[in-house]
């Protein structure tokens, strides 16, 4: 079993920031490439920042300059620094990670349960 577990959420101010974390524990043998998601009500769930194994980063275009995804890999916990929120921003904030359970193993993409941000005066 993999699990991954986020925390960070909640209500801020427009301008303020918030830090996303979340740990994946488990089965692992290797973790390749983690990212987040936002999925507001009613709407597909959108790629938001992605980091591989490597350290290379990709950001949608609404967050360049304002969001930093990082990941430490001895603690299997990836981050996202939020700074300059905006009310658009608003959406539940999902994680992701591409896990090899085994050496040679087929690689599974497994999702957090969510944490809500909301950015609101």
């Known amino acids: 079993q993999v699990r991954l577990v986020e925390s960070g959420g909640g209500l801020v101010q427009p301008g303020g920031s918030l830090r996303l974390s979340c740990e994946v524990s488990?089965?692992?043998?290797?973790?390749?490439?983690m990212g987040w998601y936002l999925q507001a009500p009613g709407k597909e769930r959108e790629l938001v920042a992605s980091?591989?194994?490597?350290?290379?980063?990709n950001y949608r275009d609404s967050v360049k300059g304002r969001f930093t995804i990082s990941r430490d890999n001895d603690k299997n916990t990836v981050y996202l620094q939020m700074n300059s929120l905006k009310s658009d921003d608003t959406a539940a904030y999902l994680c992701?990670?591409?896990?090899?359970?085994?050496?040679?193993?087929?690689?599974?993409?497994?999702w957090g349960q969510g944490t809500q941000v909301t950015v609101s005066s």
């Open positions: 488990g089965s692992i043998f290797s973790i390749n490439v």
């Open positions: 980091i591989t194994s490597g350290g290379i980063t």
């Open positions: 992701s990670c591409d896990v090899q359970r085994s050496y040679r193993g087929p690689v599974f993409r497994y």
